[in-house]
């Protein structure tokens, strides 16, 4: 810490502010040690809030395994996403991810655990970790960190002060976040009201006799689909020449297959929203040449090469190629054999977080993982008004009945392939994405100015716990106790309790010795 106190505060390790224990993980072969009524605390828990459950609770057997704490004990992480932070209410057991404090009764739990939430504090944690992969910071070198401690009475002011401060950001932080909720919310209403067409119903008043049937546009995409599928044919049969050519070597190059296409049911239309008489529910694979997902195994990761994209570089509805590994042009050859990207597909997340979408907007290579589906856009489409059906069908409608799974959610190809999109005409179409992307523009700039102010949130919060933590927070009184007197006491408590644990120690050597 480089910030200076005043002068009535100390600067201590914090293995002398009380007793630091680390936790453990009672044996899970053993179905005694849990299932009981002590809570048992794990890092996901640690959001630097006051605790009184676990998600898993130990028997008193498993929890005495485990290491229990004493009510007011402040928890801190030490592995992996270090210095997330909880105080509890009631006695809990911890895992051995977690280094605890007990503190002395001269220094209040609840000073402890705010500074423990500060930047300097977690920028001394940082600096004690060790290892490479995984950060960690043993129980030898937490102590070591250091803090600074108040007089007492000090020390309630300040715990008053910064729980006053941090009630009302908390609030304004709580209003923040449903603001934002509901502006998801009004998009998703959005979707619907011009999925239902009642966005575009004056411009379909205004344009009555230039609308194209339902029947001739989906002639016209089915003209098209049947076009790309005699270029395949013709590159097929000139790859199969040159095969020959080359005496047969190798193997023989794969007929394409032509795509079955299934026209939506009337049983299928019984669970959909009435749409305008000039669109048409369709199927998705009818608006596309092919559906499919990406690469099913691990590939040989390079440091450079061509990007492979998963569900985690789907984001708000765009393609992050910053974060994406990569792969070598040997291995995105085969893969594109498959799956292929292009401009205008739709790709579409199929596991994990579904229905995140995205539209190949440039003509870049890059290759698919099995969360994410291709989906090549007929060039009759619009390829952004069939993103924004199939966000809009997946996340309200068809997803919701065709989340696979427990752990992982997923979606199959032949989900995807069935999902019913609702058609209108190509113009409607150029129209429709004009207007929703003008509205989604807007609810995009609520939701930088929320997100701008959530951080500024998190800034104030630090600044608050910096002055509070080098005297600036509350003012200072002259008649408080110095916290050097503080320092004596704990350290002379230290003593005795040390002394009767080894008085302990002896007589029972002194008993069995006997």
């Known amino acids: ?87 509890n209410t009631v006695p809990v057991a911890f895992n051995q991810q977690i280094n605890a404090i007990i503190p002395n009764n001269a220094i209040l739990s609840k000073f402890l655990f705010y500074q423990a939430q500060s930047t300097e504090f977690r920028h001394q944690l940082e600096e004690k970790a060790t290892a490479t992969t995984i950060s960690i910071v043993n129980k030898s070198n937490f102590e070591k960190i250091l803090v600074n401690i108040a007089p007492l009475n000090e020390q309630k002011r300040i715990v008053a002060k910064i729980e006053e401060l941090f009630s009302e950001l908390d609030n304004g932080i709580a209003a923040l976040k449903t603001a934002r909720e509901q502006l998801k919310v009004y998009r998703q209403s959005v979707l619907k009201h011009a999925f239902e067409g009642k966005l575009t119903a004056k411009w379909r008043e205004d344009n009555a006799d230039k609308l194209e049937s339902s029947e001739q546009f989906l002639a016209r995409i089915q003209q098209e689909r049947e076009a790309r599928y005699q270029e395949q044919l013709e590159d097929w049969e000139t790859a199969v020449k040159e095969w020959e050519i080359n005496g047969k070597k190798g193997k023989k190059p794969s007929k394409p297959r032509k795509q079955k296409i299934k026209p939506i049911g009337k049983s299928d239309l019984d669970d959909l929203f009435d749409i305008p008489e000039k669109w048409k529910w369709v199927f998705l694979s009818e608006l596309s040449e092919y559906i499919v997902d990406g690469i099913h195994h691990t590939p040989d990761y390079t440091d450079s090469g061509v990007p492979l994209i998963s569900a985690k570089d789907i984001r708000d509805f765009k393609i992050n190629f910053e974060k994406a590994r990569f792969i070598s042009d040997f291995q995105h050859k085969e893969l594109i054999k498959r799956c292929r990207p292009r401009k205008n597909s739709v790709l579409l997340t199929k596991s994990g977080t579904i229905g995140r979408v995205a539209l190949v907007d440039i003509d870049f290579e890059f290759s698919l993982l099995e969360s994410v589906s291709n989906i090549p856009i007929l060039g009759n489409l619009q390829g952004r008004f069939v993103m924004w059906a199939v966000y809009f069908q997946v996340s309200t409608y068809f997803g919701a009945k065709n989340q696979k799974g427990v752990a992982i959610r997923h979606l199959h190809l032949e989900d995807i392939r069935r999902l019913p999109v609702p058609l209108p005409s190509y113009n409607e179409q150029t129209v429709f994405v004009e207007k929703i992307e003008n509205i989604f523009n807007r609810i995009s700039e609520n939701e930088a100015v929320i997100d701008a102010e959530l951080l500024h949130a998190e800034t104030l919060r630090q600044s608050i716990l910096k002055k509070a933590f080098s005297g600036q927070l509350v003012p200072q009184d002259p008649s408080d106790e110095p916290a050097s007197k503080l320092l004596s006491r704990i350290q002379a408590k230290k003593v005795f309790v040390n002394t009767q644990k080894t008085s302990k120690s002896n007589k029972r050597h002194s008993v069995s010795s006997h």
């Open 1 to 87: 810490m480089k910030h200076s106190v005043p002068c009535s505060w100390i600067q201590i390790r914090i293995g002398d502010t009380g007793f630091c224990v680390t936790g453990n993980t009672p044996s899970t072969k053993d179905s005694s040690n849990y299932g009981g009524g002590i809570p048992y605390i794990k890092p996901p828990q640690l959001n630097n809030k006051i605790v009184s459950v676990g998600d898993e609770s130990l028997s008193e057997k498993g929890a005495k395994l485990a290491r229990i704490l004493p009510k007011n004990s402040v928890l801190i992480s030490c592995i992996g996403n270090l210095g997330k932070t909880a105080l």
